[in-house]
């Protein structure tokens, strides 16, 4: 069984390292990680942390209303495929609408679309380039369609 949590900032870094950041130079703590809005949640199986999300309150100006942002979504490449990174949406979800947020968006990896297709996203405009980490899309979903 896996259980979603809130967890601390700093919880999250080594699977952002390990997953997100292998053999690319760019940082893993993120601006906004500590924002008095911002919330991480940890996938759980027994007592091992094997996936981490992160939600910050930053705006998109192609989106209306009151927005959160998905960073560092990642899961153990062991552990993926259980259902981890889907829990962590759908928990995300459930607290976003109660502090009624309406538009839930993300810079999806070009890998990662089709799962993030699976969880209500959908893609916007033209693919982009993020340098040493490569082709993506915005994402997004509108919380209360
Ligand atoms: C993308 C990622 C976060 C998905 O997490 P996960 O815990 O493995 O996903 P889940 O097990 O919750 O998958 C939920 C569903 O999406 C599907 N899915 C997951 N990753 C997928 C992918 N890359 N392509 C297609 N489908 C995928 C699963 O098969 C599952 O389908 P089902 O509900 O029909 O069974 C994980 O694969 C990962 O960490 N990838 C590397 C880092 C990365 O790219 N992060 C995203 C950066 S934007």
Redesign the pocket.
Known sequence: MIRIVKIETKDTYA?RKE??RKNIPLPFMFNGDDAIDTFHLG?FKKDKL??V?SYMKVENKNFKGNQYQ?R??????N???????????IEAFKILKELNIECFW????L?????????GLSTFGEKFDVKLIGE?YVMYKYLNE
């Open positions: 699977i997953v997100l996938a094997i996936a999300s998905l560092g979504m990642a899961t153990l490449e552990f993926q495929g259980l259902g981890a990174g889907k829990l962590m949406l993300c810079n999806a990896r890998i990662a679309v089709k799962f993030y297709e699976k969880q993506h």
